[in-house]
């Protein structure tokens, strides 16, 4: 694709030409990939293809650069991210490049877990632990009920509908504030409590 090959081209201009971008690592860079993260993720929130196009553009160009950094610290390079990403999705997709059947959606989200158990280390791997805390408890608390964890407890009353528990998320918060509890800590110390009984084999 000529315009993929012309941003490269610009990429590794910038990167020999410009004083700020040839002082950049990829720690440097790491707030710039959150901030152009979130934008993104507020681009679509507003549903507007100008905007999520341009945010999307920014996103790519700071993923390219920081290729470009890992290649000229001769740790990889961006042939090395294509080819790694490429042999995962053959990998992970055995109904669509290997043959085997399939029946429905949640089969397929069923065999794409399995094959991922395979790859990791344990069944909270892979889960990044700089996640704002509500994400990160989302995906652990799936991968924690699939796995069968019984320390998982909800006394909340059945909330059936998006809004009923956004509006629960506003009370649980609103409350906290009033008691002066910090409820991005609170939650991160028991995700990470949840995740070492579990990880040693505890239920209580």
């Known amino acids: 694709m000529e315009e993929f090959t012309n941003l490269i081209e610009t990429i590794d201009k910038l990167f020999n030409h410009c004083g700020w971008s040839c002082r950049q690592t990829l720690k440097s ?47 990889f390079d961006l042939t090395h991210i294509l080819s790694n990403i490429n042999e995962k999705l ?42 704002p805390s509500l994400s990160r408890a989302q995906k652990m608390l799936h991968r924690l009920k699939t796995n069968g964890f019984s320390e998982l407890k909800s006394e909340l009353l059945p909330l059936h509908t998006e809004e009923q528990i956004v509006n629960s998320l506003i009370d649980v918060l609103m409350t906290a504030d009033s008691k002066g509890i910090d409820v991005e800590g609170a939650l991160r110390r028991k995700l990470t409590h949840l995740q070492r009984q579990f990880e040693n084999g505890k239920d209580s």
């Open 29 to 75: 860079l790491q707030p710039y990939l959150l901030e152009e993260v979130h934008e993104v993720i507020e681009a679509i929130d507003q549903d507007l293809d100008e905007q999520i196009m341009e945010e999307l553009g920014d996103m790519l160009y700071t993923l390219l650069f920081c290729a470009k950094i890992a290649e000229k610290d001769k740790r």
């Open 90 to 131: 053959i990998r992970r997709h055995p109904h669509v490049f290997d043959n085997l059947k399939v029946h429905s959606v949640e089969e397929i989200a069923e065999n794409w877990q399995k094959i991922k158990k395979t790859e990791s280390k344990g069944a909270l791997s892979g889960i990044s632990e700089s996640l």
